[in-house]
Nanobody
Framework: VQLQASGGGSVQTGGSLTLSCEASGRIFRINDMGWYRQAPGKERELVAKITRDAVTNYDDSVKGRFTISRDNTKATVQLQMNSLKTEDTAVYFC??????????????WGQGTLVTVSS
């Protein structure tokens, strides 16, 4: 599975951005989809995750501000980010869990896309 992410950029505090990620290749192996982020000097962390049945899970820091969604027919996942804060600044990675290679960590990663929030 290959993942192509897009949508990063620069925005001011309180603004919005939408990240998109399209999967290709063996998309029949896609199970959960999600977004991680990694800020400078910090570990990569899970931001949001969505199952094949559209059950979602969010990190507490983004609850109420971010919305994850997916289109199983198009093998895409999106992250709508509203009310952005400076602490949301990070490189965001889309990620996919494999339906066969079941594990706690994603099996596939997209390239990172930078989100910069300035005050």
């Amino acid at each position: 599975v290959q993942l192509q992410a897009s949508g990063g950029g620069s925005v001011q505090t309180g603004g919005s951005l939408t990240l998109s990620c399209e999967a290709s290749g063996r998309i029949f192996r896609i199970n959960d989809m999600g977004w991680y982020r990694q800020a400078p000097g910090k570990e990569r962390e899970l931001v949001a995750k969505i199952t094949r049945d559209a059950v979602t899970n969010y990190d507490d820091s983004v609850k109420g501000r971010f919305t994850i969604s997916r289109d199983n027919t198009k093998a895409t996942v999106q992250l709508q980010m509203n009310s952005l804060k400076t602490e949301d600044t990070a490189v965001y990675f889309c990620a996919v869990w494999d339906i066969v290679m079941v594990g706690a960590r994603p099996a596939y990663w997209g390239q990172g896309t930078l989100v910069t929030v300035s005050s």
